[in-house]
Structure formats: C-alpha cells, structure tokens
Nanobody, 124 residues
C-alpha cells in the first residue's frame, strides 16, 4: 500500500509558477512509476506528466511540454511538478498517482494509488 498526499496548490496569476509536491508513505515510491493527472471542472481527468522508477525518463502531455517539469527525490520519497508559464486553462485539481506497470503509462487505469488532489487556480 502507498499513501499519497499532494501539496503546493493555490491561486496564481497567468504567467506565474507553482511547485506541487507529492509525499508518499507506506511502500517506497521508488518501486513505482509516478504520474500527475488533472481534472478541470466539467472535464475528464487527463494525463499531465509521468516519471519512471529511476527518474531517468519523463513524459508529458502536449499541453504542458516545455512548461512543466516532473522530478522525483527518492531519498525524501517525493515527486514534484514544477509548473511554469501557467495559463488559465491549467486550472484544475491536480492528482498524484502511482503505477506498478512495466512501462510508463499515460492512462488512468494503469495507476493503482491516488492522492486526494490539490487545487490549482490560474487567474487571467
């Protein structure tokens, strides 16, 4: 079992930055592929970014490529999402998730543990 707790959300103006963190407890998060998803009001939850177990490979959705950076700190058992050049369309609840898949997945169904989410609001 892995428990995930997100933090770092808040209100920011367009063009600003936020850094989300996901703290894992229970089994060490380095055993899992870690991902970030988001869900805007009235929309489906969508993939944002993912990182492999070693932290050597990262994956991003087209909408955040070049603006967001996912990283992991195995010593601290955390996964971070640095979000730069934020846009109003980035407004959503952001979720951290863990997968035990053999390859890095971008679909929700492949992630077995989820955090409760943290709200990110970007004002125009």
């Amino acid at each position: 079992q892995v428990q995930l707790v997100e933090s770092g959300g808040g209100l920011v103006q367009a063009g600003g930055s936020l850094r989300l963190s996901c703290a894992a407890s229970g089994r060490t998060s380095s055993n899992y592929i870690m991902g970030w998803f988001r869900q805007a009001p009235g929309k489906e939850r969508e993939f944002v970014a993912a990182i492999n177990r070693s932290g050597s490979r990262t994956y991003y959705s087209d909408s955040v490529t070049g603006r967001f950076i996912i990283s992991r700190d195995t010593a601290k058992n955390t996964v971070n999402l640095q979000m730069n050049s934020l846009k109003p369309e980035d407004t959503a609840v952001y979720y951290c998730a863990a997968s035990n898949s053999g390859v890095v997945p971008t679909t929700q169904a492949a992630y077995i543990y989820w955090g409760q989410g943290t709200q990110v609001t970007v004002s125009s």
